[in-house]
T-cell receptor, first 109, second 114 residues
């Protein structure tokens, strides 16, 4: 079993739709969680950290479920510019940072 | 967040040669890492660059193939040695402050080996 798993997608949704995807992790001692966005041929960029109580940044909502060991990302009112690959990142220990394989999202007009 | 300058941004190299990639940060950072991302895949950690000591390599990566330097808290280099076409990839420098803080990435080096 991979330490961090994501549905690779692609998710293909119409503009304005709400889309959500999950990421599961295997190490119950993991402490820090992040979502990154990566555009084609670009470096990953931090989208948002994921806090225990859940957090929201505009149209984006991140949730952490420790009991089931997953994090989620919800995108409301999706825009064409949201098309990208979304990477789940888990700090399983002080020095071990694990990247998921990414979920491809494509927003169609 | 720190500004990370990575160069070259891309290169085409011949088999058997070596390429050194530089990563310069505009502020002192605790942690520096080197990742590789092959086409259509996620990021794979090559090694942690340790300031003033030998890098810590992940399974499958060795110092002879990927020597790393980190002379201070703002600069690191990764060399891809004796290159083969299988080394064609994007190489990314990343930095972080603590184990619980997010990483930030340089803009990557796109390497093609012919």
């Amino acid at each position: 079993r991979k330490e961090v798993e994501q549905d690779p997608g692609p998710f293909n949704v119409p503009e304005g739709a709400t889309v959500a995807f999950n990421c599961t992790y295997s190490n119950s001692a993991s402490q820090s969680f992040f979502w990154y966005r990566q555009d084609c041929r670009k470096e990953p960029k931090l989208l948002m950290s994921v806090y225990s109580s859940g957090n929201e940044d505009g149209r984006f909502t991140a949730q952490l479920n420790r009991a089931s060991q997953y994090i989620s990302l919800l995108i409301r009112d999706s825009k064409l510019s949201d098309s990208a690959t979304y990477l789940c990142v888990v700090n399983s220990s002080a020095s071990k940072i694990i990247f998921g394989s990414g979920t491809r999202l494509s927003i169609r007009p | 967040s720190a500004v990370i300058s990575q160069k070259p941004s891309r290169d085409i190299c011949q088999r058997g040669t070596s390429l050194t990639i530089q990563c310069q940060v505009d502020s002192q950072v605790t942690m520096m890492f080197w990742y590789r991302q092959q086409p259509g895949q996620s990021l794979t950690l090559i090694a942690t660059a340790n300031q003033g000591s030998e890098a810590t390599y992940e399974s499958g990566f060795v110092i002879d193939k990927f020597p790393i330097s980190r002379p201070n808290l703002t600069f690191s280099t990764l060399t891809v040695s004796n290159m083969s076409p299988e080394d064609s990839s994007i190489y990314l420098c990343s930095v972080g402050d603590t184990g619980s803080s997010p990483l930030h990435f340089g803009n990557g080096t796109r390497l093609t080996v012919t």
